[in-house]
């Protein structure tokens, strides 16, 4: 079946510029995360949606970021007014649960290589 | 303080030498999950493994397997006759209830032939 799709697969854009990331979850997963890795870098944890409840925010690294998940399924990371140091891939995760509480694996896009100038 | 913790950021090896990827985590649930997942140069993310904290068997999947043992909050992966195709960014996580995953900061292996 089909897995988690983003796109585009790659931006470049102008320091300044606002940017929308797209991410299509696996269709029935209630979870979904968005992740940013800089290069040679680990997993740096933005922000995730669970089912209906309110999105858990705690690491957005500026008022910049934001993200919105229409009708539980595709999401949208914006970042506006770009910085340099916003380049990086920018991951995007969805999960089933378990047992009502505990999530699955999580599925991993291909992600979206963002660059600024 | 870190939740998940893989102290080895980078190991090389020699083709067919067994190698383990450490990884240590830290939670006050008595119910968890943990994972290992692969990153290759292409850079998607693989699912390797998830285990629940209630199961401590150690798991083998080929050339693959896994020690987890509550007593020392471990979850390590060793990798048996390493092969080139190896070559990859480890990354193990935790999974809380309700909660976000925590991944650890990987490990870059690299396997010479």
């Known amino acids: 079946g089909a897995g988690v799709s983003q796109s585009p697969s790659n931006k470049v854009t102008e320091k300044g510029k606002d940017v929308e990331l797209r991410c299509d979850p696996i269709?029935?997963?209630?979870?979904l995360y968005w992740y940013r890795q800089s290069l040679g870098q680990g997993l740096e944890f933005l922000i995730y949606f669970q089912g209906n409840s309110a999105p858990d925010k705690s690491g957005l690294p500026s008022d910049r970021f934001s993200a919105e998940r229409t009708g539980g399924s595709v999401s949208t990371l914006t970042i506006q007014r770009t910085q340099q140091e916003d380049s990086a891939v920018y991951l995007c995760?969805?999960?089933?649960?378990?047992?009502?509480?505990?999530?699955?694996?999580?599925?991993f896009g291909p992600g979206t290589r963002l660059t600024v100038l | 303080a870190q939740k998940v913790t893989q102290a080895q950021t980078e190991i090389s090896v020699v083709e067919k030498e067994d190698v383990t990827l450490d990884c240590v985590y830290e939670?006050?649930?008595?119910?968890?999950?943990l994972f290992w997942y692969k990153q290759p140069p292409s850079g998607e993310l693989v699912f390797l493994i998830r285990r629940n904290s209630f199961d401590e068997q150690n798991e083998i999947s080929g050339r693959y397997s896994w020690n987890f043992q509550k007593s020392t909050s471990s979850f390590n992966f060793t990798i048996t006759a390493s092969q080139v195709v190896d070559s990859a960014v480890y990354f193990c996580?935790?999974?809380?209830?309700?909660?976000?995953?925590?991944f650890g900061t990987g490990t870059s292996l690299t396997v010479i032939p």
């Open positions: 939670t006050r649930d008595t119910t968890y999950y």
């Open positions: 995760a969805s999960s089933s649960l378990s047992g009502g509480l505990y999530y699955n694996e999580q599925f």
């Open positions: 996580a935790l999974s809380e209830a309700g909660n976000q995953f925590y």
């Open positions: 269709s029935g997963h209630t979870a």
